[in-house]
């Protein structure tokens, strides 16, 4: 079935790791977020794919573009981001009158699920949460999806919008909503109306993440690294110490001493050690590089970070070209045991997680032993000086 993916917004939730990079080109398990994407929808039965792209839209294209696909990929761009029903009328003119599915390029769906949704329409894929406030909440009457909700103040049910969808070939008449009091032109505005002239199903998704914050990006990387099967074709020295599911990309380097502890994924030109060790469902990026004496648990690194020596780095996200300080000492728990919170646009969020370290943007340097405390934030180009103790974002 011909599939649109929508992967135009930039990201802003998920700053500052989107000020350069588009939140659907973040890294998951070595592979931009909406490759997993594509790869999933070709898998369930993707006959064709339009991509929307907006910002950082040559990015997307490359990396498309780059890659041998099963199906035929196109790219169209949205020049004004105006709602996911202005995305889907720029790909209009790529489709045929046939039924077509939604996709959004942020977003990871279960396979499984993902190929009960192709073989269904019209639909909507759904997610049982435990914090429907937060999402668009399906009405769901006799059997049959009524509308959308968003975000409820006392919600009906805790079954929520998925943001996957199968149209009728009429809806491609339909896509010229009104705007929203924000702007927008909005695609559960294209669902109402298929609720209103088809029988809607709702497909129970068994597991769904909406990559919007800092905190989801990990739970991705926890996700898809889970699914790693062990391959090692890097130069791996015989006295590193590989175990599970560890993939070592040719090209990099793992020097004596090391210990790996999969789920991890080391990319093309990353160098680890010596006696360096990783745990948990940690990633490096290309050319990344971690020192010695380095414990590294639970953590993605983009492509040319460094980690060197005496450092610990859990539960954290560093964005392109970080340098983190030998000695960096990274607090990723709070003494009271609540979950960590990050500023998100402004606002302190709770992560939900218990266990949290910090986030950088691009080009973050920090000084010799210094300490970072657990839910800070530091902007792209950020810089810490020797010894300094930061409790608070900069």
């Not at 649109?4 to 931009?32: E, N």
């Not at 607090?331 to 979950?339: E, I, K, V, Y």
């Not at 949290?356 to 210094?370: L, P, R």
Request: aromatic content about 4%; hydrophobic content about 40%; glycine content about 10%.
């Amino acid at each position: 079935m011909q599939t649109v993916v929508l992967a135009a917004g930039k990201g802003t939730r998920m700053g500052p790791l989107t000020d350069t990079v588009p939140k659907p080109m973040l890294p998951v398990a070595g592979k931009p977020l909406v490759v997993h994407c594509l790869e999933h929808a070709i898998d369930a039965g993707a006959s064709r794919l339009v991509v929307v792209v907006g910002y950082g839209a040559d990015a997307v294209r490359e990396t498309l573009a780059d890659r041998d696909w099963d199906v035929p990929v196109t790219t169209v761009v949205q020049d004004e981001l105006r709602g996911t029903a202005d995305a889907v009328r720029t790909a209009a003119p790529e489709l045929a009158a046939e039924p077509f599915v939604v996709l959004n390029g942020d977003v990871l769906y279960d396979e499984a699920s993902l190929v009960e949704l192709y073989s269904s329409g019209p639909a909507v894929g759904s997610f049982r949460v435990d914090n429907p406030s937060a999402y668009g909440v399906l009405r769901i009457e006799d059997g049959r999806v009524r509308g959308v909700e968003e975000k409820p103040e006392n919600p009906q049910s805790n079954l929520v919008n998925t943001g996957a969808y199968v149209f009728p070939a009429a809806a491609l008449d339909w896509l010229a909503v009104g705007e929203s009091d924000r702007g927008e032109r909005k695609l559960t505005d294209v669902l109402q109306r298929a609720c209103e002239t088809d029988t809607v199903t709702a497909v129970p998704f068994d597991r769904w993440l909406d990559v919007g914050r800092p905190w989801e990006l990990l739970a991705a990387n926890e996700w898809k690294l889970a699914e790693l099967d062990r391959r090692i074709d890097g130069d791996v020295s015989p006295d590193a110490d590989l175990r599970g599911a560890v993939v070592v990309e040719a090209g990099a380097t793992v020097e004596p001493g090391v210990v790996i502890e999969g789920p991890t994924y080391v990319a093309e030109g990353a160098h680890v050690g010596p006696n360096a060790y990783i745990r948990g469902a940690t990633a490096l990026g290309s050319d990344s590089r971690v020192g010695h004496a380095v414990e590294l648990k639970n953590s993605v690194l983009m492509r040319d970070s460094a980690v060197p020596h005496l450092t610990y780095l859990g539960d954290s996200i560093l964005g392109r070209d970080v340098n983190l300080g030998a000695g960096t000492a990274v607090a990723n728990l709070r003494h009271d045991d609540s979950p960590v919170k990050l500023t998100v646009k402004g606002e302190r969020v709770s992560t939900g997680r218990r266990k949290f370290g910090i986030v950088c943007g691009d080009g973050v340097k920090t000084g010799i032993n210094c300490t970072l405390n657990a839910g800070v934030t530091l902007s792209s180009g950020a810089r810490v000086g020797p010894g300094e103790t930061v409790l608070r974002d900069r």
